[in-house]
């Protein structure tokens, strides 16, 4: 039996070493096929974006004894090979300095890799540019560039305006250069197939570090967006100085949960279902996420990603519902059923709260079940 790649982003190592692939080259070869000049693509995070990123690299460089028994194998030219110029913005990019070292590390391993000598080697954006006309002139055949975590950069710097903006100002200056260049770019974060697209792609592959500095220093409980729909209006009013906690929680990959189960099971009265649902997202994040900080005595980090995710289903809910008594955490609305939920990170008994405040006597004349519901310590 083939082992299960856990953690494994190198398509190489995959195939050779007998680990279960599920083949995406169908996608790959109809990316490519396409011959559209700029490509920008996107998908949930933890969905594989290295390792398809890897497999194009393996395409491009001629691998062809890589590929039996997948799709691509009698169908791409495996004479026709392509100098690769791949960036990757992983580690620590904490300061603009980090930024342009990671720039450069990664041009001098590329400039190695292709055995071209740049003559500018200190100014990244000559650089990168140099390396592309170098690359192009030597192998007499088109570029491809393919970048990971384009955005990282900025992300980890949210918490740090200002070196968010000088970190913004330098990837900008990068980029800028793919403009003038012969090259078939492939901005892969995330792959997405068919034809769903998306209007931006800012927070894709971010981690929680900023969003709980945000929590944190805000005091953000639960988002006070009833009657908001998360659209492409909001998706393109994206801001660094002005950022919302819903567009992040929206965006980010740790909603990727089946929706008609969430739907099922409200419908159902299944409310363990309902909780295991939203269980299985928190368990998804990394435990070095929780070490070293104080997610864990928010509320808010759990109600607000309950009440977002909720939100983009369409499904009714209000969230700090008021009352005579006090504020409902949230309430959710579905066919002939009413839930109240209470969310508790501590001690307290958050049933007995819904129960003393009679918070169900708001929807009484509703003609509607009503459901208790408390949100106890994950």
Excluded: H
């Excluded at 594989?48 to 890897?54: E, H, M, N, V, Y």
């Excluded at 740049?118 to 000559?126: L, P, R």
């Excluded at 970190?167 to 003038?180: A, F, M, P, Q």
């Amino acid at each position: 039996m083939k082992k299960l790649p856990i953690g494994i982003q190198t398509f190489k190592e995959i195939i050779t070493k007998d680990y279960i692939y599920i083949d995406k080259t169908k996608e790959a070869y109809k990316l490519i096929e396409a011959r559209t000049k700029f490509y920008f693509l996107s998908r949930p995070r933890r969905f594989g974006k290295s390792l398809f990123l890897d497999t194009l690299a393996n395409i491009f460089e001629g691998n062809r004894e890589l590929f039996k028994e997948l799709y691509i194998y009698d169908k791409w030219n495996w004479e026709e090979k392509y100098p690769i110029i791949k960036i990757d913005f992983k580690g620590n990019l904490r300061s603009s300095q980090d930024v342009k070292d990671q720039i450069l590390v990664n041009l001098k391993r590329n400039q190695k890799f292709l055995g071209i000598k740049c003559e500018n080697t200190t100014k990244y954006d000559i650089y990168f540019e140099e390396l592309i006309e170098k690359s192009y002139e030597k192998y007499n055949t088109q570029v491809v560039i393919l970048i990971d975590e384009y955005d990282k950069a900025i992300l980890d710097n949210l918490d740090q305006i200002e070196i968010a903006r000088e970190t913004r100002e330098i990837v900008k200056s990068l980029y800028s250069i793919l403009k003038d260049n012969m090259y078939n770019p492939f901005d892969i974060l995330l792959f997405i197939e068919n034809n769903y697209i998306y209007k931006n792609y800012w927070f894709e592959s971010w981690t929680p570090s900023f969003l709980i500095k945000l929590i944190k220093d805000n005091n953000y409980f639960l988002p006070k967006l009833s009657n908001l729909t998360v659209d492409e209006k909001l998706l393109n009013s994206f801001d660094i100085d002005n950022i919302d906690l819903e567009v992040i929680l929206y965006q980010s990959g740790y909603l990727t949960i089946d929706k008609r189960d969430i739907i099922k099971s409200l419908k159902s009265s299944n409310l363990e279902d309902f909780k295991d649902a939203f269980i299985s997202i928190f368990a998804s994040i990394s435990y070095n996420n929780y070490t070293k900080n104080s997610i864990q005595i928010y509320e808010g980090f759990y109600a607000s990603i309950i009440y977002v995710y909720l939100q983009s289903l369409g499904v009714d809910i209000v969230g700090e519902d008021i009352t005579n008594r006090g504020r409902i955490d949230l309430t959710i609305k579905i066919e002939k059923i009413i839930y109240i939920l209470e969310f508790k990170v501590g001690d307290e008994n958050a049933l007995s709260q819904i129960k003393n405040r009679n918070y169900y006597q708001k929807y009484l004349k509703e003609e509607k079940d009503i459901s208790k519901f408390e949100w106890e310590k994950l």
